[in-house]
């Protein structure tokens, strides 16, 4: 027989609400009772208050339980949720079906709470990675070329035309360029960014390489909060993952091309998400913030021309760099020619970016 | 008023130190890494580790002090065995944590940036874990805690205090 | 009547005012509108200094143009048409076509409200306070027109902050501190040495120096521009806390090292309180050391002389007379000794702290008055091998650059110098340049401290032996030479090509590996190669050289060595580049140029020419010597023998500057009678500075027809203009001073030169003629290197008469 997938998530909102010891239980129920079960830590759907909310893998798709306190999984698992039985007072059934969840259509978050974070193998199962090979067929002026086009603009709040920022570092002559992702996402009420790099951490890192294919760039920063721990973690882990399986390092995938990425600690500065402080950090200097001009595109990072994009802006990226990947907007999408124009400001971490049909598209 | 004058590391924490130093001073941008790495390996940036890093990387005294002191991360003092953090940020002040800021205060007898006089806990402010739909919020060494109250952070310290006693 | 050089009122206006930021240079105009002003400045400009060229005044705190511009205290914000918010001027630049609004309603709101903040947090103190009527937060309140402070004096605020007296010369009152970085900045953009730092962030912000100690335990050296900097009374003067503000100022030079810089000593009547570095000085740009700041107690200390004061032998107690008296006893002893010895028996030396028209008197008292050449400088005793040496080789015995031009250079090469020491505020230009990334290669066996300069780009440390100079420079030129690093284009058409050919052919030879000198130098072979490679393939390397290098018997050689290594690689006659010799006092340039030397009068024209002797004899009326008098170890020597009985000094302090001080003390008091007196120099501190433009008696002007001495010959790139820069130099042509000419043992051995004769005129082509004189003494080389540098830098002796 077959062991039974069961899912719990692993990002830090359902590890602070005890999924860990959730995850522990399970496990334990499932060697007390002789049931073969495959645990595994997904990220996290964004549906907090379901948190910890217990996936199990059924004939008919994953049923969800939540939420699940530690002491809930005895019961749960005597209410048959090993099967998948519907019968406990936390049984939600089909998660996809839960009607936060139907009325969204996810891109960026399309894999966040399906998958294991550090999978390559889920990652590459759900698209990951085609954007990244898609690229490599382009030149870097095609590569910026599809991010002009596609109208995708920073996510960090700013909304300014992520193409033509790239354009600028593209056709600033350099010897070292740098993709620097702004990860120093210290708004209270915020934590897009940080759902991104927990639960689908390759996508950060295939976007950061195909900027960096685009504009002549070989090393990228991921400047992180000190106050992300798991983030940092989970980044890490990923990278060398990532490395190792050739889609970073000096031949990626085979292509003679270079880029190579490392995570850099903030130190509890808030300033530090300001874009020139957060290099004068990474500098390692006080984070004050610098007077532009000169704009960091042109004389960024250790004064070389330098990418400074959002987490959710370089996780985008995969999507919207070349036209094959590009997902087919829904007609939710305010303008057929350049859907992602339209952008929302990323304070709402449940939905990442997602099409809500109510939403008055922005301007331009 | 001015501090005296910083006394020179002993020899057992400089080649520690030092080891550290050497490991991180050819990177670029060293600076931050350099001291969270001091900082995982002690807890804190000893006064002594300033003139090795300057030295190390070209700085001076008074420029690495001031890189310390600008990042509210890097302590300059031991902690006790743990730190907790507690989130004083929008979200989870709205959501009670000032309620929960001042039982901390008062159950472990020390205002921030102290520690108890048994050493076990530091106590310190912390500006969002991300953790914001959860909230109260706290962290402990690097393990958050949400929708935190009283009775779960006397629940949380009495388990991290409880001394592990060996059976044999 | 003598006039000094008093910066005229244009002048010291052009520097009065602080224009925000520091000037940008570029070929590009960029025309702009200020409040309806039309102004056009070099692109790169910020808003904030155009506005001040144009004469309008925006207010600032934060903002000074010797300090990149900071942005912080938003004072500066003004309107720009058709931009969003209200920048500040500090930080903007000038666009083309931009229009400024600098004063209107909303932003004297603004002003008004930043104001506010600032005095919120700052005691009320003014009619208490040292800066009182001396202070920009003050001068800003009143510019923006503070009326009020909303908020009250009751929150949190810094008034209880300590004051650290620990400085001696300084106070830190951190109580009156806004925080505007601008003592951080100058510690580290002006003197570089990085000691300060802003501690924490936000309202716990406050200035710190080294790990929070007080400043004298930091890595402050007290430089004081921080002092400078502060605009309020945070950091300040004692002297000024003691004193009060000064109500006028002189511009003057500095006496204390070869640097030169230019002060405006701030005045109370006759009390001298405080010593500001000149913005106008060539030099130093505004900047200064401790010293030339801070240690000005000469000013006012016991010991200085004020009147002068005679005696008649040593064992009589100084007499104060009127100067009548003392000038009528010194001409009347000189005359009798004079009479009594001979005309030779008496001369005088001169100093190079001494203005251009002290010097040239005393040369003319020496030489028209007591009608012997008996004239010698102290320049004699640390850079004549700088003279004899470049003279030899360039065809001119001064340094080709100035000061600013290391701001140019690619590669920095220092040897036997240590300016962060010797010449600190000429080291803190050095060290903006390796700040800038130029590469630095020291060759002294001292680690010097400007290979720990904060920031720096790459060093490299050459830790040579004592004592091995020539063995290294020829270890570097072997590389540049076997390597391909040679600049064929310079050497074909600024080089001697025989000669040259002579040279490089020694120099390729295999002894002269750095290889083969690796034992003797203690140098490792491939750093001399790296080394050699870094200068050579520089773009723009730059040779710096002290006492190291001169104060060595194989000086004069090694001097040649430099300058043959500088134009083997093309590194003469431009910007960025050259040889330069550090010297070690203000003047040295000046009191060569004017005739302290025995054998030539003023503009290094030579006593046994007739038509240079008629010249002067004219305007002098009186007959000259054509005869070349003794230099100062000469005059000690003929003392001892008792030829030489009175000496006029000006100036110079032999017993502490001149070699061997027994010898020299030792005749003054044996065989000099001592009695002609002594007669107060006036301050050379608050003396106009004379070196920068000769003011001499009309009727004695053409005597310098000969081409100023250190501009370029015809073809001239070689030895490049210079202005105000690198202190002098001895006499060309000459080599009396040379330390080995001190030790008669020496003397005997007249080693043919012949082979390499040619070479001695030295390689660049020179269009003006050389002039040659009888040799009368060959110098034996030290043993250890004498074949290096005879083969590599033969000489024939010119222009040398010994005594």
Redesign the interface.
């Known amino acids: 027989m077959m062991a039974t997938t069961i899912y719990v998530p692993c990002d830090?909102?359902a590890?602070?609400?005890g999924a860990d010891a959730v995850a522990a239980r399970l496990t334990r129920a499932a060697e007390r009772l002789g049931v073969d079960i495959q645990l595994k830590r997904n990220g996290s759907r964004g549906l907090?208050?379901l948190?910890p909310l217990v996936e199990v893998e059924t004939a008919t798709g994953r049923v969800a339980y939540g939420p699940v306190a530690p002491t809930d999984v005895d019961a749960l698992v005597d209410a048959g949720l090993f099967e998948g039985r519907q019968e406990h007072d936390l049984a939600l059934g089909d998660i996809e079906a839960h009607p936060y969840l139907a009325r969204q259509q996810r891109l960026t978050f399309s894999r966040i709470g399906l998958t294991d974070p550090l999978s390559l193998e889920d990652y590459t199962a759900r698209q990951g990675f085609a954007g990244l090979k898609q690229a490599l067929a382009l030149t870097p002026q095609g590569i910026v070329d599809e991010v002009k086009t596609s109208g995708l603009r920073g996510r960090g709040g700013a909304a300014f035309p992520t193409g033509i920022k790239w354009q600028t570092v593209h056709d600033t002559p350099a010897a070292q360029k740098y993709i620097v992702c702004n990860a120093d996402?210290?708004?209270?009420?915020?934590?897009a960014d940080?759902l991104v790099m927990e639960c689908d951490p390759f996508m950060l890192i295939e976007g950061m390489t195909i900027a960096g294919l685009a504009v002549g760039a070989t090393q990228g920063y991921i400047y992180l909060r000190?106050?992300?721990?798991?983030?940092q973690a989970m980044l890490d882990e990923a990278i060398v993952r990532a490395e190792a399986a050739g889609y970073l390092g000096d031949n990626i995938l085979d292509s003679g091309h270079a880029f190579h990425l490392e995570v850099?600690?903030?130190?509890?500065?808030?300033?530090c998400g300001e874009e020139t402080s957060l290099l004068e950090?990474?500098?390692?200097?006080?984070?004050l913030v610098r007077?532009k001009?000169p704009l960091p595109a042109i004389e960024g990072?250790?004064g070389q021309p330098t990418v400074v994009n959002n987490v959710l802006s370089l996780a985008a990226v995969p999507l919207f760099s070349t036209r094959a990947a590009r997902p087919t907007p829904t007609t939710a999408w305010a303008s057929p020619a350049a859907p992602w124009r339209c952008s929302w400001p990323a304070t709402s971490?449940?939905a990442g970016w997602s099409s809500w049909p109510s939403a008055p598209p922005c301007a331009s | 008023m001015s501090h005296p004058t910083p006394q020179p590391a002993d020899t057992a924490l400089a080649a520690q130190l030092q080891a550290v130093i050497d490991q991180h001073a050819a990177r670029p941008g060293a600076m931050l890494p350099l001291l969270h790495a001091i900082q995982a390996q002690h807890g804190y940036i000893p006064d002594a580790a300033v003139p090795m890093i300057a030295e190390a990387l070209r700085h001076t005294r008074a420029e690495v002090h001031g890189i310390i002191s600008f990042y509210h991360h890097f302590r300059t003092h031991p902690p006790g065995r743990h730190v907790i953090q507690v989130c004083r940020a929008e979200a989870c002040q709205a959501v009670g944590a000032r309620a929960l800021e001042a039982h901390v205060k008062s159950a472990l007898g020390v205002d921030y940036h102290e520690t108890t006089a048994d050493r076990e806990f530091t106590l310190e402010p912390v500006y969002c874990l991300g953790n914001c739909a959860c909230g109260p919020s706290l962290r402990v060494d690097d393990e958050i805690h949400g929708r935190m109250d009283a009775a779960g952070f006397d629940r949380l310290t009495a388990q991290l205090s409880a001394t592990v006693v060996e059976v044999k | 009547m003598l006039q000094y050089f008093e910066p005229d009122a244009s002048h010291a206006a052009q520097f009065a005012r602080d224009l925000g930021t520091p000037a940008r240079f570029s070929e590009t105009q960029v025309a702009l509108s200020i409040d309806g002003h039309s102004i056009s400045v070099p692109e790169g400009t910020s808003v904030l200094r155009a506005a001040a060229l144009a004469g309008i005044t925006i207010p600032k705190l934060c903002a000074s143009d010797n300090l990149e511009a900071f942005g912080s205290c938003r004072l500066c914000a003004v309107e720009i048409e058709g931009r969003r918010g209200l920048p500040a001027s500090c930080t903007t630049p000038v666009t083309e076509g931009m229009a400024v609004i600098t004063q209107n309603a909303r932003l004297a709101k603004l002003r008004r409200n930043v104001m506010e903040l600032y005095i919120s947090d700052h005691p009320l103190d003014c009619l208490t306070c040292p800066a009182n009527g001396d202070c920009e937060l003050q001068d800003m309140a009143g510019a923006v027109g503070l009326r009020e402070v909303r908020y009250g004096f009751d929150g949190a605020n810094h008034l209880d902050a300590e004051t650290d007296a620990s400085n001696p010369y300084f106070s830190f009152d951190p109580s009156k501190c806004i925080v505007c970085s601008r003592c951080v900045r100058a510690c580290n953009e002006v003197q570089g040495t990085f000691a300060l730092t802003i501690e924490g962030r936000g309202f716990d912000s406050k200035v710190a120096a080294g790990q929070n100690e007080p400043f004298m335990d930091s890595e402050c050296v007290s430089c004081g521009a921080c002092v400078q900097a502060c605009p309020t009374s945070t950091l300040m003067e004692k002297s000024v806390i003691e004193q009060g503000v000064p109500e006028h100022s002189v511009v003057t030079t500095c006496a204390y090292c070869g640097v030169g810089c230019s002060f405006e000593a701030q005045m109370k009547g006759d009390q001298l309180v405080r010593m500001v570095p000149y913005k106008g000085g060539d030099a130093n740009h505004g900047h200064s050391c401790v010293k030339g700041r801070f240690a000005f107690g000469y000013a006012t200390h016991k010991d200085r002389i004020k009147e002068p004061m005679i005696r008649d032998a040593i064992d009589q107690p100084w007499r104060a007379v009127s100067w009548e008296e003392a000038i009528g006893f010194a001409a009347r002893r000189l005359r009798e000794i004079q009479t009594q010895y001979g005309r030779e028996s008496v001369g005088g030396i001169t100093s190079s702290r001494c203005t251009n028209e002290e010097t040239y008197l005393v040369q003319k008292l020496i030489r028209a008055a007591f009608g012997n050449n008996n004239t010698d400088t102290c320049a004699r005793v640390c850079h004549s091998p700088t003279g004899y040496g470049l003279k030899t080789t360039l065809g001119e015995s001064a340094g080709t650059q100035t000061f600013d031009s290391v701001m140019q250079a690619d590669t920095i090469l220092v040897i036997g110098a240590n300016p962060t020491d010797a010449h600190p505020v000429f080291a803190s230009q050095m060290k903006r340049r390796l700040r800038q990334g130029a590469t630095l290669i020291v060759a002294d066996p001292r680690r010097i401290d400007l290979l720990k300069t904060p920031h720096g780009g790459k060093s490299l440390h050459l830790p040579l032996k004592p004592g091995t100079n020539v063995a290294l420079v020829n270890a570097l030129a072997h590389v540049v030479v076997t390597e391909g690093l040679e600049d064929h284009d310079f050497i074909a058409r600024r080089c001697e090509g025989d000669a040259y050919q002579q040279w490089r052919a020694f120099i390729s030879e295999p002894r002269n590996a750095p290889e083969a000198l690796e034992a003797e130098t203690g140098v490792p072979a491939a750093k001399v190669r790296e080394a050699a490679r870094a200068y050579a393939t520089a773009g723009n390397g730059a040779i710096y050289y002290g006492l190291g290098v001169t104060e060595h018997s194989q000086g004069s050689t090694m001097v040649m060595g430099i300058a043959n290594l500088a134009m083997a690689t093309g590194n003469i006659g431009r910007e960025g580049v050259g040889v330069n010799p550090l010297r070690g006092q203000n003047n040295v340039q000046g009191s060569c140029d004017m005739g302290s030397f025995p054998h030539e009068l003023p503009g290094y024209q030579h006593v046994a020419d007739p038509a240079v002797r008629e010249k002067f004899e004219a305007v002098w009326h009186t007959p000259l010597d054509d005869e070349p008098g003794l230099r100062i170890p000469n005059m000690f020597d003929a003392a001892i023998a008792g030829t030489f009985k009175a000496l006029y000094v000006q100036g110079e302090d032999i017993a502490q500057s001149d070699p061997n001080p027994a010898r020299g003390v030792g005749p003054a008091r044996a065989g000099l009678p001592d009695r002609a007196g002594h007669l107060p120099q006036r301050d050379r501190q608050v003396r106009p500075r004379a070196a920068a433009r000769r003011h001499l008696p009309r009727e004695e002007r053409h005597l310098h027809q000969r081409r100023a001495p250190h501009q370029p010959r015809a073809q001239g790139d070689a030895a490049g203009g210079r202005k105000g820069g690198l202190g002098g130099h001895p006499g060309p042509g000459q080599r009396p001073g040379l330390p080995d000419a001190l030790h008669p043992s020496v003397r005997d051995h007249g080693r043919d030169r012949q082979p390499h004769a040619d070479l001695h005129r030295g390689q660049l082509r020179q269009a003006g003629k050389t002039r040659q004189y009888p040799v009368a003494v060959q110098r034996r080389l030290p043993r250890r290197h004498a074949d290096h540098a005879l083969a590599g830098l033969p000489h024939r002796q010119g222009a040398l008469r010994d005594h």
């Open positions: 830090t909102t590890r602070s609400l907090f208050w948190e996402e210290g708004d209270s009420g915020t934590f940080r000190s106050e992300y721990p798991l983030a850099r600690l903030g130190a509890g500065a808030y300033i950090s990474l500098e390692g200097k006080r984070g007077a001009p990072l250790f971490p449940v």
